[in-house]
């Protein structure tokens, strides 16, 4: 079964928008993996615009699952994660003021770079994922960096699922077949929904781990967020 990672980005910017503790991070990360959830994904950026350093060091005690931290290698980013040493780290490499994830790495053109950072990680005993567009020339470069996995950028496949899911869908299953070949794990993330997962967990071979947030938690505004979770999970499952 595909794992379902909660990416808990948008309660900590309903927190920071009035202040104070409510709604609480830790307390959220708890209930997600009590109702079901099997990782915890966050994504501080260097303006702590909602996931903060100190929120980084609160939640490592407190996922009993699998503690996923996303972000652009910058020096400082490397250093948390070497210090907090969660299950897995996700490069991606979006700027500073990038309201969101946009694109996927060119491994090619930053093979060296790459490759200087994943060797860190892997020498602290630490799963690192490279996120990545669906092209499949990518993937070599991806695993001659020394990647353990690669994430799919999924917005693309969300944007244009509801026209043609086929085709849609037809690049991620290309990528997933050629990370296969090199021995890669396969995550996958953004914009998947309770509309476009199922379909996409059906398709793409091999796919361990999604990271869902903004969806999820709009979703549970109108359906609760255990009932949410359950629902996610049920569309993960192979029956």
Do not use: C
């Not at 702590?48 to 490592?60: F, G, N, S």
């Not at 948390?80 to 990038?98: C, F, I, W």
């Not at 602290?124 to 990647?147: H, M, N």
């Not at 085709?167 to 990528?175: D, G, L, M, S, V």
């Amino acid at each position: 079964m595909t794992k379902l990672s909660v990416n808990i980005n948008k309660i900590a910017t309903l927190r920071n928008a009035r202040g104070g503790e409510t709604p609480s991070l830790t307390e959220v990360a708890v209930k997600i993996q009590e109702f079901g959830g099997q990782g915890i994904t966050i994504h501080p950026r260097p303006d702590e615009r909602h996931i903060t350093r100190k929120d980084v060091y609160d939640l490592k005690p407190l996922v009993t699952t699998e503690f996923n931290i996303e972000g652009n290698p910058h020096r400082p980013f490397i250093d948390m994660v070497l210090e907090v040493k969660p299950e897995q780290v996700t490069l991606v490499p979006d700027a500073d003021d990038a309201i969101t994830s946009n694109a996927g790495w060119d491994t090619r053109r930053h093979l060296d770079f790459l490759t200087e950072i994943i060797t860190e990680f892997r020498n602290a005993g630490i799963r690192t994922s490279v996120f990545l567009d669906p092209v499949p020339e990518l993937v070599e470069y991806a695993a001659k960096a020394g990647a353990d996995r690669i994430e799919l950028y999924t917005e693309a496949y969300a944007k244009y699922y509801t026209a043609d899911k086929e085709q849609a869908i037809k690049p991620y299953y290309e990528t997933a077949v050629v990370a296969a070949e090199h021995g890669l794990g396969l995550n996958a993330g953004h914009d998947l929904s309770l509309e476009n997962l199922k379909y996409f967990s059906d398709t793409i071979p091999n796919l361990l781990e999604v990271s869902i947030g903004h969806a999820l938690i709009s979703e549970a505004l109108y359906m609760g967020l255990e009932n949410t979770v359950q629902a996610y999970l049920k569309r993960l499952a192979k029956w």
